[in-house]
């Protein structure tokens, strides 16, 4: 695959898996308005995101034919390590805009600029440590 068909196919990926976590948050907010809401739709959305972008990067990104519950529980929880970092950027990103500006649009112009930073550190990182091939890490 070349690098520009690479790159397209993890943005739209990137995006496909934005608009499922910030469709999940505003689902939401709209199913529980009360303490921690946004904390909680943060939470939803970020586990919807992570695994869409899981099961395409995983197949069409990286090649990787992994299969059975083992193989997929390791792969995922690799993923999901490497995610933790690039969340807290997300979430940093998508707070401090909340804080800043105070407006749902200016929140989901954050949390898209935090995704995007995000994005781009954790396809290196899965890159190098989750989907490594055999005798490349």
């Not at 505003?26 to 995101?49: K, Q, W």
């Not at 407006?103 to 995000?118: F, K």
Request: charge should be positive; proline fraction near 0%.
């Amino acid at each position: 695959m070349s690098i520009a068909e690479l790159t397209f196919r993890y943005a739209a990926f990137a995006a496909l898996a934005t608009l499922v976590n910030l469709v999940t948050q505003e689902a939401s907010l709209r199913l529980y308005s009360g303490t921690f809401d946004l904390y909680l739709a943060m939470a939803a959305g970020t586990l919807s995101g992570l695994v869409t972008k899981y099961l395409l990067d995983k197949r069409w990104i990286f090649g990787d034919r992994t299969g059975g519950w083992s193989g997929h529980s390791r792969k995922f929880t690799l993923y999901s390590l490497m995610g933790i970092a690039t969340t807290l950027i997300f979430w940093v990103c998508e707070l401090s805009f909340e804080a800043l500006f105070g407006s749902d649009i200016m929140r989901n112009i954050g949390a898209v600029l935090g995704l995007a930073i995000g994005y781009t550190v954790k396809y290196r990182l899965d890159r190098r440590f989750v989907f490594a091939r055999e005798g490349a890490a």
